[in-house]
């Protein structure tokens, strides 16, 4: 069981080692000059290529790749090129958010997911089951950023409900303990501050739970219907086993196994859709600093950033198969 | 009339996607504006029906006094074709991977199988900004770059089906009375995963519609000089209190268009039996 | 008074609109301890009896007059929840395929403790201890049902089932899924718990001679009516009824003189063809019907043994002749010869590698036909698939017409193509739904590069070769019927007459009358193209019947080979008697 679970998290590194290749590859391509852009306007010919040899920039490019990875494992991720700061330093500013957000995100989506899909499963063969479909295909035409135009739009320029920019109301400070928001705020005891903050990530959270959470319902439905055609299930109808222990006990059990593997695609769309939601809520999280490094070129904060992002998502499907195989004793390998 | 031509779903998908289609031909008679006239004198003029509003301008102006309905249905043909090229685009280099790993397995299936992991572990939207900056701005780049990520949704989804239909005996068989490697798949396997092929090729196109939307917004897709509807509506959003229209015009295009793909393709899904229940990110 | 009691019951469909009686007037009683045969070919209606017991009838069906008792309680009018409460307690159900009766990701103890609390018993984890006592298993309540073998499940179940004493148990086809040796410790233990608590059983089954030895009675359905119905030994030795007589001529025996079966015409007609039928639903294919059986419904008439056929008197006419003993072997070249011949699938993330066949060595001569038997898993088809070059060898040695084929090459691949054809066991799966019958009994024409016009003539043999009509070769698989189906799939691998046909199963899952008729097309394709046959298959009266050499096979390797006369008549290896033994009908 273990080692099945310990395999899993294994087969993760060659998938890393391969998206940095990757990372590293694509970046290579664009025809910026690291060096030239790490030095300030001013720079002379004869500085900008001592800074070349400095970066390892006349290397063969695989050194460069190995000098590269070699830095990156220890977490040095060099310095912004436009910002002049440590990416490292970013990083650990903008990650907290960005789980943060994601987290309760995933939260809504879950929530809407299961009970729209038990809503879906319990209208099956029933008038409402068409016009519940078609709920889903339209929400599913909904992309993230376009819920979170129309939630502001609604919530926050025409009903002035509830705050859509950053973090905290304007003229509060953040405490900063762990960097995780919520957590810092309660740990300081400013409820206060916790209560801004709470408003102000549940239009975001919001537009980001509910555009991944369709596709959850509907695998859980088909999932449960499929479930229902299995013979244990008429078995145990047979054996005299009431409707609700069906759902409870029997269906639910198995049709959740193939409903966990999509959330945790889901999931990981969810992480990377973020970053539009981000940049349209001003959150001063991870999206931000990807999309502000994109329009500078700033590679490496593109690097570090891209493969933060890939480092949750295997974290994230990692976890929910290590809990699939939990469920499931087919897959626990004994 | 085919089972799939006779569904609502079908039926009201096809009636949108040709209204948006005969639209966006039809935009140079329908406005009499140009898309990129500006106009500093009538800036975020309200709609034809509101007070101050111009009948020259049905759905008012922007900051630069451009006529919002004209750059909408511009935006339409932009849109249009990329969902056009791009779709297919990724549906070919998806379905010959696919086959190919379901189809010969072993070593092959392996490699595109890792490739495919590779590929999902970067969040789609991440991936295409990393591909835009490497390939830089321009609807062309645009287009690649969502060939570049998606193929893995129809590789992803056909693989798994070309697996089941491999299994079928009549593939064996077509092998044993003689059939080559290239004729085994082109006749027996492929024709089994076209009903799939042709609904995911629909919710693609959906896809690609909100792809393009999503790198003009954050300025990277199109070149300046295109009309897009993610620039409008990246415009829009900096002038939501005066003039709302103006981000609500492309949110709602945005909207109307995926959902006929989304209806389209859900009709398609449902008539032809398939299993399919795809993420979206 | 009896535990069951069904009068005139009818259940009914509607197909396209139209009311169809899919059990149409069924009248029985079963008291208590005994065991009541329900036999009938697929689309009988058999399990619409239990279905209607549970309420459970699929969608679109539903009991539309007569009579349903259990123990004087009408179960059709009986509120839900009261019937709810008689399953499981009462009355018991076995299913047909056990291995996924149970629900896979729960343990079999979490399974029985919640049947048993259930039931009122608070110590389950002792009473489901006992339970599989019962059924002579160990204490397995920690394990999972994929770490069970089909049998294994199928014994659980019964455990559950009997665990509450029921009054009634329903047993739908509780073997079918199992390998015959299985099968018979399976129906011995379900007969030992029966008369140990008196408990009465309908026992649903296809096959006559496993109902003749398990039960006390028997009744034999025919399109939703019961044609024959009488204690078993009686209408097993002296069937009275054209279709049940029709229907013993048509299984091949295990023992005694080797007859011809008995080709039944067609099939029994579907639901939608019944609601166009009047009179007796056997007279399409009835030896014995004349015009006046299409216009009246002949009522089931007799005492202990009642037959629904008024013509019982001409019922010695139906016969059919003996064969000798067994066909002479051919004696032409040797066409396969196969020597050492082994096959190890490399065990996969960590789990043992599988010695599917070992050190097999015979060979078939040409036009010669040889069966291979054994159980499921003994490595049958994975030796039709070595032969067929879809598997590749670990050790040992083919020659196809004395030429090496062992490798994957094109030289080995052009020989084989010449050579042998394989026809599937699953019609369902071996033929492509997208193309017509023509185009698919003429696939090989096709590889070739052979024209339209050409393949379209060609067609046309085959098609009378099969006994098909010609207008079939314009449909689909989907609109065909099974037997159909089974003979298109036949006909492809003839299409250029091969030397030698490897047969996987192919009339496993057939109705008897169907398999009688192919087992007959087999011999006469035999008679006219002279090919070799490799017949795998599970039914040791089919290899009888059809094959001149026998194998027997178990755990990957041939424990005894010979005259199939002589191995059925004396079988030298343990394992070869019991599967004998083991035949329901084996004298
Ligand atoms: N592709 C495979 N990979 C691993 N093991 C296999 C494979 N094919 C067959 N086996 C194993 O080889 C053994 C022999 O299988 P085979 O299918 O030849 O049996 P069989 O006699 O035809 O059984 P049945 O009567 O059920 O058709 C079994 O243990 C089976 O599980
Ligand atoms: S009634 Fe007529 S058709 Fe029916 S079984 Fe008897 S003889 Fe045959
Ligand atoms: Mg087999």
């Not at chain 3, 058999?46 to 259990?70: D, H, Y």
Request: charged fraction near 15%; aromatic fraction near 6%.
């Amino acid at each position: 069981m273990l080692a099945a679970f310990l395999r899993r998290l294994l087969a993760v590194a060659p998938i890393l080692a391969l998206v940095s290749l990757l990372l590293f590859g694509a970046l290579r391509l664009l025809p910026i000059d690291p060096a030239a852009m790490s030095m300030p306007p001013t720079a002379t010919k004869v500085e900008i290529e001592a800074a070349r040899q400095a970066m390892g920039l006349d290397r063969p490019v695989t050194v460069q790749y190995a000098i590269w990875l070699g830095q990156t494992l220890r977490g040095d991720f060099g310095n912004s090129i436009h910002m002049r700061r440590p990416v490292a330093g970013l990083l650990a500013e903008t990650l907290p958010a960005t789980i943060e957000l994601s987290l309760a995100a995933m939260v809504i989506a879950g929530l809407l997911g299961l009970g729209g899909g038990l809503g879906m499963f319990a209208l099956r063969d029933r008038r409402g089951e068409a016009v519940a479909e078609t709920v889903t295909t339209l929400m599913m035409s909904l992309p993230e950023f376009l819920w979170a135009l129309l939630l502001i739009f609604v919530f926050g320029v025409l009903l002035s409900a509830l705050p859509f920019t950053g973090r905290l109301d304007p003229g509060m400070t953040r405490p900063v303990v762990t960097q995780f928001l919520l957590l810092d705020t309660l740990l300081v005891g400013r409820v206060d501050v916790f209560f801004s903050a709470v408003r102000h990530m549940i239009l975001p959270a919001f537009a980001l739970g509910v555009a991944f959470a369709p596709p959850i319902m509907r695998v859980l439905r088909a999932s449960l219907i499929d479930t229902y055609q299995e013979d244990y299930i008429r078995q145990a109808r047979l054996r005299g086993v009431g409707e609700t222990r069906i759902l409870l006990g029997h269906a639910l059990q198995n049709a959740i196994l193939p409903t966990l593997t999509l959330m945790g695609v889901q999931f990981g769309f969810l992480f990377g859709g973020s970053l539009l939601v981000e940049v349209i809520y001003s959150y001063p999280g991870m999206g931000n600093l990807m999309v502000d490094a994109v329009r500078n070129a700033d590679l490496p904060i593109i690097q570090a950033v891209g493969l933060t992002y890939c480092v949750v998502v295997l974290a994230i499907t990692a976890g929910v198969d290590g809990l699939v195989m939990l469920l499931n004793p087919r897959l626990r390998g004994t | 009339m085919p089972r799939w031509l006779r569904d609502t779903r079908v039926i009201v998908g096809l009636s949108i996607l040709f209204a948006v289609l005969v639209l966006a031909l039809l935009a140079p008679l329908l406005v009499q504006s140009a898309p990129d006239e500006q106009d500093l004198l009538s800036t975020l003029l309200p709609s034809a029906w509101a007070k101050g509003g111009d009948v020259a301008h049905r759905l008012g102006t922007d900051s630069l006094g451009r006529d919002v309905l004209a750059r909408l249905l511009y935006g339409t043909r932009l849109a249009l074709s990329v969902a056009a090229i791009a779709a297919p685009g990724a549906m070919i280099l998806g379905t010959i991977a696919a086959l190919l790993a379901g189809y010969f397995g072993g070593w092959v299936d392996w490699v595109i199988g890792r490739a495919v992991d590779v590929w999902m572990s970067f969040p789609p939207v991440i991936l295409s900004l990393i591909l835009m900056v490497g390939l830089g701005t321009g609807s062309r780049n645009v287009i690649l770059a969502i060939v570049l990520v998606d193929w893995t949704r129809f590789c992803r989804v056909l693989r798994a089906e070309v697996l089941v239909v491999v299994r079928r005996d009549y593939v064996t068989a077509a092998r044993l009375v003689g059939f080559s490697h290239l004729r085994v798949v082109l006749r027996e396997v492929l024709p089994a995963v076209v009903p799939l092929l042709v609904t995911l090729l629909t919710l693609e196109m959906g896809i690609a519609v909100v792809v393009e939307a999503i790198l003009a917004f954050v300025g990277l897709g199109v070149k300046p000089d295109e009309i897009a509807w993610g620039q409008m509506i990246a415009d829009g959003r900096a002038t939501i209190y005066q003039a709302p229209i103006n981000l609500l015009a492309p949110v709602a295009a945005i909207f109307v268009t995926v959902a006929g793909f989304n209806l389209l393709g859900d009709g398609l899904r449902r008539t032809l039996d398939l299993r399919l229940v795809e993420g979206r990110g | 008074m009896s535990v069951l009691r069904a009068e005139n019951l009818c259940v009914t469909a509607r197909i396209d609109g139209v009311d169809v009686a899919a059990l149409d007037g069924l009248s029985l009683t079963l008291a208590p301890g005994k065991v009541l045969g329900l036999v009938g070919e697929s689309g009988a209606g058999k399990s619409m009896l239990g279905r209607a017991i549970a309420q459970l009838l699929p969608p679109g069906f539903a009991v539309t007059a007569g009579m349903l008792e259990f123990a004087g309680r009408d179960l059709v009018a009986m509120a839900p929840d009261q019937r709810q409460n008689l399953l499981g307690r009462q009355i018991g159900f076995i299913p047909q395929e056990p291995l996924s009766a149970l629900n896979p990701v729960r343990s079999i103890g979490s399974q029985f403790a919640e049947h048993l609390r259930r039931l009122g018993i608070a110590d389950w984890r002792s009473a489901a201890i006992a339970a599989l006592e019962s059924v002579q298993l160990p204490d397995l309540l920690d394990r999972f049902p994929h770490q069970l073998s089909g049998g294994m499940c199928q014994r659980v179940l019964i455990a559950m089932a009997f665990a509450s004493k029921p009054a009634l148990v329903v047993a739908d086809e509780p073997t079918t899924a199992l390998d015959v040796t299985i099968q018979a410790r399976i129906v011995a233990l379900m007969r030992d718990l029966q008369v140990a608590q008196n408990t009465a059983v309908l026992f649903i089954t296809h096959d006559l001679r496993l109902a003749a030895q398990v039960c006390d009675e028997i009744a034999v359905l025919y399109a939703g009516r019961v044609v024959e119905h009488g204690p078993a030994d009686v209408v097993l030795a002296q069937p009275l009824h054209p279709y049940t007589k029709c229907l013993l001529l048509a299984a091949p025996a295990i023992s005694g003189p080797r007859t011809a079966l008995y080709a039944l015409p067609d099939q029994m007609p579907g639901l939608r063809a019944l609601a166009e039928m009047s009179g007796c639903r056997f007279a399409p294919r009835c030896p014995l019907a004349r015009d006046a059986c299409r216009e009246s419904v002949p009522a089931l008439a007799g005492d202990t043994h009642k037959i629904a056929c008024p013509h019982i008197a001409e019922i010695d006419t139906i016969t059919v002749p003996a064969l000798a003993p067994a066909m002479v072997a051919a004696t032409g070249e040797t066409l396969v010869s196969v020597a050492g011949l082994g096959k190890v699938f490399r065990g996969r993330f960590g789990r043992k590698p599988t010695i599917a066949v070992r050190d097999v060595s015979f060979s078939i001569a040409a036009g010669e036909f040889v069966g291979v038997v054994g159980e499921s898993g003994s490595g049958k088809s994975t030796l039709a698939r070595l032969l067929m070059g879809l598997e590749q060898k670990t050790s040992g040695e083919i020659r196809l017409a004395g030429q090496d084929v062992g490798g994957w090459g094109a030289a080995a691949r052009r020989l084989r193509l010449r050579t042998a054809q394989m026809v599937f066991q699953d019609p369902q799966s071996a033929l492509n739904p997208r193309r017509r019958v023509g185009a698919i009994v003429t696939q090989a024409l096709e590889a070739a590069g052979v024209g339209l016009a050409e393949r379209r003539a060609r067609a046309a043999e085959i098609l009378a070769d099969l006994g098909m009509p010609l207008e079939l070769a314009d449909r689909a698989p989907s609109q065909l019927s099974g037997g159909q189906r089974q003979r298109v799939n036949i006909g492809r691998a003839l299409c250029l007459v091969p030397k030698l046909l490897v047969a996987d199963e192919i009339v496993s899952g057939l109705d008897v009358s169907v398999q009688a008729q192919l087992l007959a097309l087999l011999a006469r394709l035999r008679a006219e193209h002279g090919f070799a046959l490799l017949l795998i298959s599970h039914d040791l009266a089919v290899v009888r019947y059809l094959c001149e050499r026998v194998m027997v096979m178990r755990n990957g390797e041939v424990v005894e080979a010979g005259r199939t006369d002589e191995v059925f008549a004396n079988p030298q290896h343990d394992y070869t008697r019991e599967l004998l033994a083991s035949v329901p009908g084996a004298a």
